[in-house]
């Protein structure tokens, strides 16, 4: 007989920190970073961490005010009912709220969610070195070269940078400076973030042939426009990688049904919980495609992104290709270093231990901890 577990508490830790020098993409810059974590305890003393990502002041409150209620008192091991209620109200919360339920599962179990799983068949995952490479400053190509240099340095050996947010002619001229500093020490993935048409992507086809450590092209257009991947795919010598924003597996159908994309990115705190994310891990295996997890918003999601990863049947015979990277935030952002879980000459190894097996950084709660004020 299965002694029954229930809700019995939960806490929220909303924090934030006010970046002092802005950096961003081609959407714009970003001026501060947040994080959001939950922790859920239950009458039997178990307890579940999770992580949602959302503008603080309305996340908070729908949060306090309409799913702790829902949540006290219901069934710990009925995860998927509950993240389905949670879904129709708010996506991303369902999703924190599955992580927690998932950890709180493996710690009944007295098992890490690696083993809940299924078990590993990675032990050690490789991570890249993810940058917003625009700031507002006028030498900003310099700063980001700077940047790039430093992780290369600690010994990150594949590296994404932004393009879309400047001009073709000014972006060529920052990845050719690049390029010429890295001298194939590392491989490259170029980020539009959905802000090419065709025609601009095409400008960068001959610089897509002459250089041979390219990992993808993420996102060159919107992500809706399933024909133009599908063309681009077809015209370009270098992978094309998108999908962070999908919602669901089958957000992802038409570009897989159309032969359209070769790396799929979903993110474990935008999907509908961590269970819908392996579904999408799933999907890419079944069809036979690459995932690459987007991982920038937090640093518990991320990890839980290496467990899925950690546990997906490799997509290659390769030796050291055998399962794709997971993306590492390098930029300023002290809310990275919530739980100590740190690469090593550019690979995580996942750790052992029941639930997440890592304990969070209580101090840093604290420090952080929002104060309610409205921010932009
Ligand atoms: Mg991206």
């Known amino acids: 007989m299965v002694t029954p577990v229930q809700i019995e508490r939960i806490e929220t830790y909303p924090l934030l920190y006010q970046l002092p020098r802005p950096y961003g993409d081609a959407n714009g810059y970003k001026k501060y970073r947040t994080c959001y974590l939950i922790r859920l305890v239950t009458t039997s003393g178990l307890d579940g961490w999770g992580e949602i990502i959302d503008w603080l002041p309305t996340l908070d409150k729908g949060f306090r005010e309409r799913i702790i209620p829902f949540l006290l008192g219901k069934q710990a091991t009925q995860r998927l009912h509950l993240v389905k209620t949670i879904k129709k109200w708010h996506r991303r919360a369902a999703a924190g709220v599955s992580m927690a339920l998932t950890e709180i599962a493996a710690k009944q179990a007295g098992m890490s969610i690696c083993d809940l799983w299924g078990g590993k068949l990675h032990d050690r995952i490789p991570v890249y070195a993810s940058f917003q490479s625009y700031g507002e400053e006028d030498d900003w190509q310099k700063k980001s070269l700077a940047l790039v240099e430093q992780a290369v340095a600690e010994g990150f050996c594949k590296l994404k940078v932004k393009i879309g947010g400047r001009t073709i002619k000014e972006d060529q001229q920052h990845i050719r ?38 990992l993808w092209l993420e996102e060159p257009l919107p992500m809706d426009r399933t024909l133009g991947y599908k063309m681009l795919r077809n015209r370009l010598p270098i992978p094309l990688a998108g999908g962070e924003n999908l919602q669901s597996a089958s957000a992802f159908v038409p570009l897989v049904r159309e032969e359209a994309i070769d790396i799929l990115q979903p993110d474990t705190m935008h999907e509908d919980g961590i269970d819908g994310y392996r579904d999408t891990l799933q999907l890419a295996r079944h069809f036979g495609l690459r995932v690459s997890p987007h991982a920038f918003d937090g640093a518990l999601s991320r990890l839980y992104a290496c467990f899925a990863q950690a546990c997906l049947p490799p997509w290659s ?41 890592i304990d969070v950084d209580t101090e840093m709660l604290e420090a952080y901890r929002w104060d309610g004020s409205t921010y932009r």
């Open 177 to 214: 400076s690049m390029q010429e500093m890295l001298q194939y020490q590392a491989q490259l993935a170029l980020d539009a973030n959905q802000s090419y048409d065709p025609a601009a992507v095409i400008e960068w086809e001959c610089l897509f042939r002459e250089w041979a450590n390219l």
């Open 317 to 357: 015979k390769m030796v050291g290709e055998e399962i794709e990277p997971v993306e590492w935030d390098v930029m300023e952002n002290p809310f990275t270093k919530l739980f100590s879980f740190t690469p090593v000459q550019g690979t995580i190894t996942i750790p052992e231990g029941v639930g997440i097996g």
